[in-house]
């Protein structure tokens, strides 16, 4: 994907289709939406190739500008901060599906997702010149 539209593009494609997909699955069976099973399978199905665009752009990004003697930390920090903020999800999802209602949650969580996007969005708006630099190389 990144061939087609640049590492920038994939990155951002990817942000935005998965913070798509999560509020397809927050609006399934609510009334924008009656049809809770095809708002399901259309949020996991655009998510699912959000996900892994993103990903392994940005996997492949953070490989190409860290040094290597440096890259084993970095993969390793990286997988720690992400990797740990699971269960913490995890435990703030159910705290809030138990105390605002599991549609609530959903909404709160596709919410989240369109904050990243957005950050996502604004942070290669600022390093444009950076990451122009990194795609030409």
């Given at each position: 994907?990144?061939?087609?539209?640049?590492?920038?593009?994939?990155?951002?494609?990817?942000?935005?289709?998965?913070?798509?997909?999560?509020?397809?699955?927050?609006?399934?069976?609510?009334?924008?939406?009656?049809?809770?099973?095809?708002?399901?399978?259309?949020?996991?199905?655009?998510?699912?190739?959000?996900?892994?665009?993103?990903?392994?752009?940005?996997?492949?990004?953070?490989?190409?500008?860290?040094?290597?003697?440096?890259?084993?930390?970095?993969?390793?920090?990286?997988?720690?901060?992400?990797?740990?903020?699971?269960?913490?999800?995890?435990?703030?999802?159910g705290a809030l599906g138990d105390s605002i209602g599991l549609r609530a949650t959903l909404v709160?969580?596709?919410?989240?997702?369109?904050?990243?996007?957005?950050?996502?969005?604004?942070?290669?708006?600022?390093?444009?010149?950076?990451?122009?630099?990194?795609?030409?190389?």
């Open positions: 994907m990144a061939g087609l539209v640049g590492q920038r593009g994939a990155i951002c494609l990817g942000a935005v289709l998965m913070a798509a997909g999560d509020a397809l699955v927050a609006l399934a069976g609510g009334p924008l939406m009656p049809f809770a099973g095809v708002g399901l399978v259309a949020g996991q199905f655009v998510t699912g190739i959000g996900l892994p665009v993103c990903t392994i752009t940005m996997v492949s990004l953070r490989q190409a500008v860290t040094p290597t003697d440096l890259l084993g930390r970095v993969s390793a920090t990286t997988r720690l901060l992400a990797w740990g903020a699971i269960p913490l999800g995890a435990l703030l999802g709160v969580s596709a919410a989240g997702s369109a904050l990243v996007m957005a950050w996502v969005l604004h942070a290669f708006t600022i390093r444009d010149a950076f990451a122009q630099k990194i795609v030409a190389t």
